[in-house]
């Protein structure tokens, strides 16, 4: 069993009352016996009862984020930008992997108690808006991404449509005209896939560029293999494409790969460029182009939102909040 208020404050040879005074940060200890207690609590490793600050306060400090793949560096970078806002509200953030799968995501939805966490952020891709709507507990919530914008919550996103339009006419602005595209799911209705779709699509026709079905390939995930697989099936056609719209940095990075092992010169033969703006997309020889989405204030507007809801905010309206991104021109679309 580890070791209780009291256990501390015999150690330090202070009141129990003092000893709270320190773990909940009241100014008035002076600094001579908070660092002896703080000592105190780091020789005993000391841990906070959860369950006994619940009942004083009625919160927890923590936070759940819940996001499909914690190895995926973007959501890696997502997840890491949390825990740094976070801190600002005073919030410890507990992260959990969903794959994507929908039993997962019902478990995060119903399974993670609102006697554990005062909040929940989730990143959903199975789950229908309906199924959000219909769930047990009553844990204030964010949704995060573009999958489930018609469920009755709050929710924070950026503009996938506006860009993949952006990534496709900078293509277009270095005068390439035979665009391919890797990342479209014609298996998902909605959600990334179809909306950076729209974008491209979008450009090409904004500059009188008839849309070719066989330029564009599908990822059924968004990993380096899947575009490094696709790469190749766009370089064995009669004509293959002079630049490429991947729909996330990991599909570029195995496109560019896939265009190095043919002997094919970037951004010479083909220009590439990809989305998210992970730190990897920096050192990749060349370096990548890319849409970087700002990650900060996803956290950010997310985080606002979700303490909206812990202060009492349970019957406002739901509220959409938008984060920008920008342009990245890089090496592989020809910036030096």
């Known amino acids: 069993m580890g070791a209780s208020i009291k256990d501390v404050a015999l150690h330090a040879g202070v009141s129990v009352k003092t000893v709270s005074n320190v773990i909940n940060d009241f ?3 002076s600094a001579a016996t908070r660092a002896k207690v703080q000592a105190a609590l780091d020789e005993l490793d000391y841990r906070p009862n959860l369950s006994a600050r619940l009942l004083r306060g ?12 914690i190895s995926a560096p973007y959501f890696a970078e997502l997840a890491a930008q949390f825990v740094q806002q976070a801190k600002k509200h ?16 019902r478990i ?11 909040g929940l952020i989730v990143s959903p891709l199975a789950l229908t808006a309906k199924e959000i709507e219909q769930r047990r507990d009553r844990t204030p919530l964010v949704l995060l991404g573009e999958r489930l914008t018609k469920a009755p919550v709050d929710h924070v996103s950026i503009d996938n449509v506006a860009g993949a339009t952006a990534a496709t006419a900078h293509l277009l602005a270095l005068g390439r005209r035979r665009i391919a595209a890797i990342g479209s799911q014609p298996h ?6 179809a909306l950076r779709l729209r974008g491209f699509r979008a450009a090409l026709r904004t500059a009188r560029i008839r849309y070719d079905a066989t330029l564009v390939q599908p990822a059924k995930s968004y990993h380096r293999a899947d575009g490094y697989a696709a790469m190749n099936q766009l370089l064995d056609l009669p004509q293959p494409p002079d630049a490429v719209f991947c729909f996330n940095d990991l599909l570029a990075i195995g496109a560019l790969r896939a265009l190095h092992e043919r002997g094919r010169g970037v951004p010479g033969d083909v220009a590439v460029i990809g989305f998210d703006g992970i730190e990897e997309g920096d050192f990749h020889t060349p370096t990548l182009s890319t849409i970087r989405p700002d990650r900060a204030e996803i956290a950010r507007l997310a985080l606002a939102l979700l303490e909206r809801r812990i202060d009492g905010g349970a019957s406002a309206s739901p509220q959409e909040g938008y984060a920008p991104f920008e342009l990245l021109i890089r090496q592989s679309t020809g910036h030096p």
């Not at 009625?58 to 793949?69: D, Q």
């Not at 998902?188 to 896939?193: F, P, V």
Request: net charge negative; proline share 4%.
């Open 58 to 69: 009625g919160r927890t400090g923590v936070v759940a984020l819940a996001v499909p793949e």
């Open 188 to 193: 998902i209705s909605g959600g990334t896939a």
């Open 27 to 29: 100014p008035f200890v």
């Open 108 to 118: 995060v939805l119903d399974g993670i108690k609102s006697h554990l966490i005062d």
């Open 90 to 105: 005073g919030w410890t953030v507990l992260i959990d992997e969903t794959q994507g799968a929908k039993d997962s995501e």
